[in-house]
């Protein structure tokens, strides 16, 4: 969707400041805001991909004036309200006030570690053989969702050079919205930066971006 975490070419922003050193956490409560996070996901009521859409469906105006861990809360509190574990009323008293939706799992502090290190892997074997090959010229398409995707706004409507097929991964477009995995071959895509950014763009320098299939057609 066109929302305010897609900001790739937009003015007005500020420059880029990267924190030397940055530590990990910057307060107690961001460490407790990530482990809410993996312990809910544990549930199994949700997909990442739906866990992004919260994140970027939030208000433009919440979502600029928030920290990074702040968007994530935020986005939680709209999942486990949608999926019947806590009430809005709940959440704004601070405590529980009747037996909400039974999880599907619960991660103990023993299984953290094992489930930290095998992940959630996102690749998935397909019948079809990929449509687009190493070297072929192709356009992305040109569309603005309400509905979650990944193709970021800079890049649509632009021709560019494929330059890897990545393998076949689940597609975070329909996932997201409980459409199902209906995994696609995702390719990674080079344009010239004056393809992307148009009049004063450096020619020397090139932006690629990983799309799946969908996105693309031939050139």
């Given at each position: 969707?066109?929302?305010?975490?897609?900001?790739?070419?937009?003015?007005?922003m500020g420059p880029i400041a990267p924190e030397k050193d940055e530590p990990y956490f910057h307060a107690e409560w961001e460490k407790r805001a990530l482990g809410l996070t993996l312990s809910c996901g544990a549930f199994g009521a949700w997909t990442i991909d739906?866990?992004?859409?919260?994140?970027?469906?939030?208000?433009?105006?919440?979502?600029?004036?928030?920290?990074?861990?702040?968007?994530?809360?935020?986005?939680?509190?709209?999942?486990?309200k949608r999926h019947g574990f806590v009430s809005a009323t709940e959440l704004a008293e601070g405590r529980m006030l009747e037996k909400g939706?039974?999880?599907?799992?619960?991660?103990?502090?023993?299984?953290?570690p094992g489930v930290l290190a095998k992940g959630g892997p996102c690749d998935r074997r397909v019948a079809e053989a990929p449509v687009f090959a190493v070297g072929q010229r192709v356009r992305t398409r040109n569309f603005n969702p309400e509905t979650h995707t990944r193709l970021p706004r800079y890049a649509r409507a632009k021709t560019g050079i494929v330059e890897a097929v990545?393998?076949?991964?689940?597609?975070?477009?329909?996932?997201?919205?409980?459409?199902?995995?209906n995994p696609q071959f995702v390719y990674t895509v080079v344009f010239d930066a004056v393809e992307?950014?148009?009049?004063g763009a450096?020619?020397?320098?090139?932006v690629s971006i990983d799309a799946w299939e969908s996105y693309l057609e031939r050139a």
């Open positions: 969707m066109n929302g305010a975490q897609d900001l790739g070419g937009q003015h007005g739906e866990s992004r859409h919260a994140r970027e469906s939030l208000p433009p105006a919440t979502y600029l004036a928030a920290s990074y861990y702040e968007i994530w809360i935020r986005a939680l509190e709209t999942l486990l939706r039974a999880p599907k799992r619960i991660l103990t502090a023993d299984m953290v990545q393998g076949s991964f689940v597609f975070p477009d329909d996932n997201a919205h409980g459409k199902g995995e992307i950014w148009g009049e450096d020619p020397s320098l090139t």
